[in-house]
């Protein structure tokens, strides 16, 4: 294996990560945490190919996602692939194929990669994961409400509270109503839409700029920012105040807050719309959703598929987790018993033991190699596996087993036959 | 969202998989059960990049793999970047940038994608997965036994027996000394290690060629061919009789047979090497792996790290399970209990319901449509719901709630004060 020979110069790609174990159980605890808040609400796991037709994101061309961020590659045929850049298109193909024979309402959630070719930096990197949620096929305050909660019941399982992050939510429906009150016109919605989503990331003037450029009188922008300016739910927001009554009997309404500023940038969303921000406002939007609802005329008007949902990615998440100190210390090895070897003899005997506690489900290490105890029992230390069992001759003529507590720094003797349904109580 | 317009015509890309529901299920079936068997002998979940600098496969160039098999492209740098074809050069990547801090032996698994550009077939395609284990630094039979009870305890657990698939071993080294005593240079080792890992395969004509282009005579010829076909484990086999005791002692005996024939294709082995063939002899090897001790030069001769592993890919074991009938019936849906939703008044109520479920740990679904009973009822039926909770009028003036067992065809009343409890006992 002569590549071996470069790995000392051979770096991972800028915007890669390792996940040595420890990394690693940190990824599964998030990624499991996903998953049962998604399956505690009903949610089916599903899954697409992490390379998909270029043309699949193709059609959003002049996106910046897809021309300038997108990883691409020409297969031996010339056909152009990409390497998926969010993971929406894929499970919305897979919807339309085979959208006449699936049950609905459909609840479907995913975790997998993505990739986009960004400049890496803090909570932004090329290979990232992301948790995709959403309900399809139930075009109803309830569904936009549950879906909320499954984020924030995620939130709150990985420790966070309303503290910490909040969801701001707002209906572009609601807001297009106040534009249409104000007097503009509904071809101008876009650019407002636009502006406003970017208000807080530019100065006042380029904002004034923009809306100006929409088509605004000074007076429409001061009415603007005085609507944009008042947090209070207003009194026809009649779809948002059943989203929000829903959140609280489903026991979340605290994680969520109106915020007339949330429009989201993307424009496929038609009505709820959100953005989970944390409470100090040190990052961007953790994550965002909202409601789509023109997948009917997009799918040729055969089927009316509308989907609410959101996607977290994985990495401005941590930032946040660490900020927090909420990252948990959870353990590199799932050992729960190292059985030590004693000497080329006595292996047998280890293997032995170490087979009944493994039949018994117990997680057991044994060492590989007959060499020092003391090496063999520092080596247990320093992977934080809690119990060691030793067999040495003694032990073999009475019987015995000494099992040492590697936390409590104490040890104890047990019947070689009752070993098993000791520690079975004790280390599982 | 105008890119839907072309999903009915966007095909996903040939060798790649949808995963909906049911497949997923089965996928995650399949990776939960490499990953206890893993951690049931105390190897530690370790992940790296899917995408890699292509230099970290091409010092291996000339091979199929790198030059014909990878999919690569080139970053706005001008960088090659390869999707992985296999997982192993990243996880000795890993181990080599911090083999000074790590302790030792290191037992690692990693579950993940790898890509190849085949011809798809059945059991072969594109974007696959892989479930690689090594453990390193422990050069011991016992290491090796370990390593192959790992993959024998992962078949044991999705229901294959030693009738379905047997590992077959062989070393090395014992190869070659047998090569030495029929006067083979060891020069030609290479050659005639290759004409027996293709022997099977090729017909008996091609296979004396290759003997005869490596120099043996035909009266050597007949001497290995006949050695080839002595199935008994050689007095003289003391690696291999340590490992085959370990794994009798390790209760995993009987999966594990001693073949002369299987030396491996690829040159890195140093000692054992094994295969997984079903019985039948339907498939190619199931999957493979052996010890490679030769780490220690590789790496500049600062530390020795040498490992035994083996990586096995998800497309052809799901085929032989399949042709074995072992792949369970599993559910789509995570849901235990559809809370249905009688009328738009009485929603909150099914709502409330439903959180309470929630809270006590039950995968609950709420329908969120108020829509017909039937239709509700009938949605839970085919997705495979067990129980459904009904909530209408007369139930809520009585404090009481009907629950429907979805697959016996009877239904109990509660009262809704009791449900949870009622519910936690049945439906978890």
Same mark, same amino acid.
């Given at each position: ?21 420890? !990394?690693? *159980? ?8 996903? +998953? ?23 059609? &959003?061309?002049? /996106?910046?996602?897809?021309? /300038? ?16 850049? /969010? ?37 932004? =990197? ?18 936009? *409400? ?18 910490? @992050? ?23 919605? =876009?650019?407002?839409?636009?502006? @406003?989503?970017?208000?807080?990331? %530019? ?11 929409? =088509? ?11 609507? $944009?300016?008042? &947090?209070?739910?207003?009194? !026809? ?71 609410? =949902?959101? *996607? ?14 909420? %990252?948990? @210390? ?27 506690? +493994? ?22 230390? &320093? ?6 069992? @030793?067999?040495?001759? !003694? ?11 590697? $936390? ?8 070689? +036959? ?11």
């Amino acid at each position: 294996m002569t590549w071996y020979y470069d790995f000392m110069i051979i770096q991972p790609l800028k915007g890669t990560r390792d996940f040595y174990p420890k !990394d690693m *159980a940190t990824r599964v605890w998030l990624f499991d945490h996903m +998953r049962h808040s998604a399956k505690l609400f009903g949610y089916q796991e599903t899954e697409g190919p992490y390379i998909e037709p270029f043309e699949l994101y193709a059609v &959003k061309s002049g /996106e910046e996602l897809v021309n /300038e961020q997108t990883f691409h590659l020409h297969d031996r045929g010339g056909r152009k692939i990409a390497l998926r850049p /969010e993971i929406t298109p894929t499970v919305s193909r897979m919807l339309a194929q085979k959208s006449k024979e699936l049950q609905k309402p459909i609840r479907w959630f995913s975790i997998g990669p993505a990739w986009r070719y960004e400049q890496p930096q803090k909570g932004r =990197g090329r290979e990232f994961f992301q948790w995709e949620v959403n309900m399809f096929a139930a075009n109803t305050p309830l569904a936009d *409400a549950e879906v909320l909660c499954v984020a924030a019941s995620f939130l709150q399982s990985i420790g966070l509270t309303p503290n910490n @992050i909040k969801l701001k939510i707002n209906d572009r429906q609601l807001v297009e109503k106040r534009l249409t009150s104000l007097g503009v016109s509904s071809t101008h919605f =876009g650019l407002v839409l636009k502006a @406003i989503d970017r208000k807080e990331k %530019i100065p006042a003037s380029t904002f004034r700029e923009m809306l100006h450029a929409a =088509g605004l009188s000074d007076q429409q922008q001061q009415k603007l920012e005085s609507l $944009l300016s008042d &947090k209070d739910l207003p009194d !026809d927001a009649v779809w948002l105040r059943s989203v929000f009554d829903a959140t609280k009997t489903l026991g979340f309404g605290n994680w969520i807050e109106y915020d007339p500023m949330i429009v989201r940038g993307l424009l496929y969303y038609t009505r709820t719309v959100f953005e989970a921000h944390d409470v100090k406002g040190e990052f961007r939007a953790i994550f965002g959703g909202g409601r789509f609802d023109n997948l009917v005329e997009a799918l040729g008007g055969k089927e009316n598929i509308d989907g609410v =949902g959101f *996607a977290i990615g994985d990495m401005v998440l941590t930032l946040l987790l660490e900020q927090n100190k909420k %990252i948990p @210390i959870l353990p590199a090895s799932p050992t729960k018993i190292l059985v030590t070897v004693f000497d080329e003899k006595l292996v047998p005997k280890s293997i032995d033991l170490a087979r009944q506690l +493994r039949e018994a489900g117990i997680p057991t290490e044994l060492y590989p190699i007959a060499t020092k105890l003391d090496k063999q029992l520092a080596y247990a230390d &320093k992977q934080g596996i809690p119990y060691a069992v @030793i067999l040495g001759p !003694d032990e073999v003529k009475s019987d015995v087993v000494v099992v040492k507590d590697l $936390l409590k720094r104490t040890q104890q003797k047990f019947l070689q +036959r009752e070993l098993v349904h000791s520690m079975e109580s004790i280390a599982v």
